[in-house]
């Protein structure tokens, strides 16, 4: 029996490896990860949702703007942020007391509107922000419940799994399949860190029966791979987005 074995007999009893119990750790930890930010990820709704979460106090945190402020943040949705050129609208975004996170697209997105002023000198992009603004200040005027900590945990976890899996890349015993280089891109360069899912499931130490390759796969495949499974995985989310639907497969656009 090698040392790179997942098993190993100790007696009559068996002993099972770190490096299994750290596998399944983070693949756990990939998988809460992931259930967290589809959960959180930012879905379209309307504007009749959004006055109901206002008037029912449960919106947590809300924001004005006129488009993304990065695309990255209709993926992860700790990172959902919106960019605004001044007045309110026309997208409203806000997060409610489950975790969950919801924009609305208002007045058709169109920012042309001659901007309304009300009583507290804010300026709306069109009628219906205009509209909205009044659930928005009755809101303000009750305060706002506590803050859930779903972004705290997914950031915590993402943390957390990447100081785990450097740790690995520099100090496990070499990898086989590719240099440690191409995992490294692999592992950062893929979306969704499905990246990292392959690396457990393929190369050592997790996998004992990974082969040896004559040449290991270097950096520039490893660079290769994310890119193409990058754009892959973006078709497929998108094909699925428009088969499934916002409720299951968020918008990766």
């Known amino acids: 029996m090698t040392d790179d074995a997942v098993v190993q007999q100790v007696g009559e009893r068996p002993w099972v490896s770190w ?6 750790v983070l693949a756990a930890g990939w998988v809460v990860w992931a259930g967290l930010a589809w959960w959180a990820a930012p879905r379209e709704a309307s504007a009749a949702q959004a006055r109901a979460d206002l008037a029912g106090g449960h919106v947590t945190s809300y924001e004005w703007g006129d488009d993304w402020e990065n695309t990255n943040g209709r993926l992860f949705p700790a990172d959902s942020r919106l960019r605004s050129s001044g007045s309110a609208g026309p997208i409203f975004l806000w997060h409610t007391d489950d975790g969950r996170t919801h924009y609305v697209v208002l007045d058709d997105g169109a920012t042309s509107y001659p901007p309304a002023a009300t009583e507290n000198g804010q300026e709306y992009s069109g009628p219906e922000a205009q509209a909205l603004g009044v659930a928005v200040q009755a809101y303000q005027d ?14 915590g976890l993402a943390i957390a799994g ?13 990898p086989v399949i590719g240099t440690r280089w191409f995992w490294f891109w692999v592992l950062t360069g893929t979306p969704f860190g499905l990246g990292l899912l392959v690396w457990l499931a393929r190369e050592r130490p997790w996998s004992p029966r990974a082969e040896p390759r004559e040449k290991p796969f270097r950096w520039y495949a490893g ?17 699925l987005h428009s088969l499934l639907g916002d409720a299951l497969i968020p918008d990766p656009a």
Request: glycine share 12%.
């Open 19 to 24: 490096w299994r119990v750290l596998r399944i």
């Open 142 to 155: 009750r305060g706002t419940p506590a803050e859930p900590p779903t972004k705290a945990i997914l950031a």
């Open 162 to 174: 990447s100081l785990l899996v450097l740790g690995v890349l520099v100090s496990a015993p070499a």
């Open 223 to 239: 660079i290769g791979l994310a890119f193409v499974g990058g754009l892959l995985i973006l078709l497929a989310t998108w094909g």
